[in-house]
């Protein structure tokens, strides 16, 4: 028989090298360790080893479909957030690098050990609520999401991320929740305005429309929840949301007008204004 190169194994460096070229080294390092199942170190340490048939098909499968634009998080069916290995599916939005300053915010106004009601609207991975209620474990959280597989998802999470101390209920923001009050209310909700260009380029593309936009200004939301907010909250209990780079102002305004004092807003890591919140002032 002729020697055909095409069926001669490929090693885990060669399958590295190539596929890096396309897509670079980081995500194709991410798709081989999720295609074999191995740690980064394996990868290193068996770079020699020749990958099965069977293994070199999966992976150029994956990496085709990563350079057709899909996120590697949906690829590989999960994403680190706040130190916490979440499982994510198309039906939630992956969760972001600066969400988890919502966490250090929020785990900032529960002293540990205080017994607490903490409520995450629009929860989807559960990674927000997730983070809060692994390091807060006396506080009850709970989370809601309008989606069923969402909600499916964050109940995953839960279970594997081993967390007790959470309900994970399907609701449409406040629906469901009549006569509860909580501390700590925070949302992470869909604010990108409806025409925003983002929408068409990288992941957003593949992320779920329900989770992302809310009207014309990506504001409804955002509005919404300030007026409901302050039934469901404790005399000085605390409201905080995460919005869209151009939106601090306005939920400010709203907050202050919904009857919220120390009205702030922080930025992330970028600098830019990406969290907003208040107090429900004692009348
Ligand atoms: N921060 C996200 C983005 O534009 C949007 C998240 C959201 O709508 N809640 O990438």
Same mark, same amino acid.
């Given at each position: 028989m002729k020697f055909n190169p095409s069926m001669r194994q490929i090693t885990i460096r060669e399958a590295l090298l190539q596929a890096g070229r396309d897509i670079g080294d980081i995500e194709a390092r991410m798709l081989l360790q999720h295609v074999l199942n191995v740690s980064q170190a394996y990868l290193i340490v068996h770079c020699e080893q020749a990958l099965t048939a069977d293994q070199a098909r999966s992976f150029r499968l994956l990496t085709g479909r990563r350079t057709h634009g899909e996120p590697v998080a949906y690829l590989t069916g999960r994403r680190e957030f706040y130190s916490l290995d979440f499982t994510v599916t198309p039906a939630v939005l992956i969760p972001r690098p600066e969400t988890e300053l919502m966490v250090d915010l929020a785990l900032a106004q529960i002293p540990p050990g205080l017994s607490c009601k903490i409520l995450d609207l629009g929860t989807g991975s559960g990674a927000i609520a997730l983070c809060i209620a692994k390091h807060r474990p006396v506080a009850e959280v709970t989370a809601v999401d309008f989606s069923a597989d969402a909600v499916a998802i964050a109940r995953t999470n839960a279970k594997q991320l081993n967390v007790g101390n959470v309900r994970i209920l399907e609701a449409?923001?406040?629906? %469901?929740?009549?006569?509860e009050k909580f501390n700590l209310i925070v949302s992470n909700p869909?604010?990108?305005?409806?025409?925003?260009?983002?929408?068409?380029? %990288?992941d957003l593309r593949f992320e779920p429309r329900m989770a992302l936009t809310a009207g014309g200004e990506g504001l409804d939301c955002l509005r919404s929840i300030i007026a409901s907010a302050p039934a469901h909250l404790v005399a000085g209990g605390v409201l905080l949301l995460e919005h869209g780079y151009d939106q601090a102002e306005i939920c400010r305004q709203l907050l202050s007008e919904a009857g919220f004092g120390d009205v702030f807003s922080h930025p992330d890591l970028a600098g830019i204004m990406r969290v907003s919140g208040g107090s429900l002032i004692v009348s």
């Open positions: 449409d923001w406040f629906n %469901g929740l009549a006569g869909p604010y990108v305005a409806a025409g925003d260009s983002h929408l068409t380029q %990288g």
